[in-house]
C-alpha cells in the first residue's frame, strides 16, 4: 500500500509501539530534513504519510504502570534489561512531550523496571531517559555508574562489562563508540534540552553540580546557546544564557516549572535568570 515510501522507509513490521515511535520519528526525521519530497505524481506524499500515520499502534500502560513494550503485557523475566528500545518515543525522539504527566509517569516506571545496569550503550540511554524525564538524580547515578573505570582480566581477552577503559572508550565489554557517544549527548542532556521554540535549561542537573558550563550547543531553535550556573550567596543559582543567532526568535525558557518567554535579536544574546522562582537546590 505504500510502497512509493521506499526507498526513504523500510518498514519490517510495526506491531509494537516502540516501533511505531521509532517509524514516527523517522517520517518527521526524512520530511525535516527533504529527505521526502514534496509530492510524487499527482498525490501528495506528505498525505500519503498522513494516511499512514493513524494506523500505527498508540502507546499503552501497563498493570504495573509501566510503558508496555508489546501490543499485549507479558511478564518481565529479565531484573537488569538493558533494553529499553519502547522508551524511544521521549529520548532520543520526541514522540512523548516531556510535559505529558501520565506518559512520562510511564516511562519511569519502565525505567524502574528495568533497573540501572547495561553496557555502555545502555547506560548511556538511560541518563539520557532520566534527563529527559527530569531526574537529576538518577541521571547522575547512571554517569557515574557509566564512569567507572574497567579493568582487563587477562591480554587476550575483554574487559569487565560495562563502564570505561582506561583509555576512556566505552565497554561493552569490547569497545563501543556508540557508548562514548551516547554519554556525551547525555551529558549536553542534563544541562540544556531543546525543541520547536523552547529551551529547558539545568533540567537533569545533579544538586552535587553546583556550578558548570557548557558551550557551542546547537539547538532546535535553530540558535547556538551557552550555559553557565554557579551558586551565589546572596542569590542563590544564578543562570546565564547566551544565544546566537541570525533570525529573530520567540523562544520560551524553561527552568523546572518556571517558564519565561524571550525574544531573540540576530546576534548575541544575553539573558540571566535566578532561582526564586523554582527549587534547584
Not at 543562570?239 to 533570525?247: D, H, Q, R, S, Y
Amino acid at each position: 500500500m505504500f510502497e512509493d515510501l521506499y526507498p526513504y522507509i523500510k518498514v519490517e513490521y510495526l506491531g509494537v509501539p516502540g516501533d511505531a515511535s521509532a517509524f514516527t520519528q523517522k517520517l518527521d526525521m526524512a520530511i525535516a530534513t527533504g529527505d521526502v519530497p514534496a509530492g510524487k505524481g499527482d498525490v501528495s506524499l506528505y498525505n500519503r504519510i498522513g494516511d499512514l500515520l493513524p494506523m500505527l499502534p498508540e502507546y499503552r500502560i501497563g498493570s504495573r504502570g509501566q510503558l508496555l513494550e508489546w501490543e499485549e503485557e507479558y511478564e518481565e523475566v529479565q531484573k537488569n534489561n538493558e533494553n529499553i528500545s519502547h522508551l524511544h518515543g521521549l529520548y532520543p525522539g520526541n514522540d512523548i512531550d516531556w510535559r505529558d504527566r501520565r506518559l512520562c509517569r510511564a516511562v519511569r516506571r519502565s525505567m524502574e523496571l528495568r533497573g540501572n545496569e547495561g553496557t555502555g550503550w545502555s547506560l548511556a540511554w538511560k541518563t539520557g531517559v532520566w534527563a529527559r524525564l527530569g531526574d537529576g538524580s538518577m541521571a547522575g547515578r547512571l554517569l557515574h555508574r557509566f564512569m567507572h573505570v574497567t579493568l582487563e582480566r587477562d591480554p587476550d581477552k575483554s574487559v569487565d562489562g560495562g563502564g570505561i577503559c582506561p583509555n576512556l572508550f566505552c565497554s561493552c565489554p569490547s569497545v563501543q563508540i556508540d557508548g562514548n557517544f551516547g554519554i556525551t549527548a547525555g551529558i549536553t542532556e542534563m544541562l540544556l534540552q531543546s525543541g520547536d521554540g523552547y529551551l529547558r535549561l539545568l533540567p537533569g542537573r545533579p544538586k552535587e553540580w553546583k556550578a558548570g558550563s557548557i558551550t557551542g550547543v546547537g539547538t532546535r531553535t535553530g540558535m547556538e546557546a551557552e550555559l553557565s550556573w554557579k551558586q551565589e550567596k546572596d542569590k542563590g543559582m544564578v543562570i546565564e544564557l547566551v544565544l546566537k543567532g541570525k533570525e529573530q526568535k520567540e523562544i520560551s525558557v524553561f527552568i523546572g516549572d518556571f517558564e519565561e518567554r524571550i525574544m531573540t535579536a540576530p546576534g548575541k544574546n544575553r539573558y540571566t535568570f535566578y532561582d526564586r522562582q523554582m527549587d534547584m537546590s
